[in-house]
């Protein structure tokens, strides 16, 4: 029910161009409901990197659409019972940077491999205790 997948971006429109495709395609199309497109410097097995990206790439405005009447099953928790009909709705969900200025979205900040390490020497004992 959940597909996200990751794309280097090429043009205008690739990542919603995308999510539209694999929202289509058998395994996405059946009892799907959400599609979220990420750019390639996103794990998409990764949930938190993947919320992550939602969270600081995603204007809810512009970057989710629904599709509506698509392909569902008598199996959907959602689908009543009583239901002769099944169709649900997919949210597509770009979490990419936008396209349009994405050479000047702001970096990534993260912590240096080197820091990380450092840091995990100094309290990495502490941290495993607490646990």
């Known amino acids: 029910m959940l597909t996200v ?4 971006q090429a043009y205008a429109g690739h990542a919603k161009q995308a999510a539209l495709i694999a929202c289509q395609c058998r395994p996405g199309a059946y009892m799907g409901r959400f599609v979220i497109v990420v750019d390639e410097d996103i794990d998409p097995s990764d949930s938190y990197d993947m919320l992550w990206a939602m969270a600081t790439r995603t204007d809810p405005e512009k970057d989710i659409d629904i599709v509506r009447q698509a392909w569902a099953s008598k199996e959907d928790p959602l689908i009543h019972r009583s239901s002769r009909v099944y169709y649900n709705s997919r949210a597509i969900i770009n979490a990419c940077r936008p396209y ?3 050479d000047d979205f702001p970096p990534v900040s993260a912590t240096s491999a080197e820091l990380e390490a450092k840091l995990v020497e100094k309290y990495g004992a502490m941290i495993s205790e607490e646990k």
Do not use: F, Y
């Open 100 to 102: 349009e200025w994405i």
């Open 5 to 8: 997948i990751s794309i280097k």
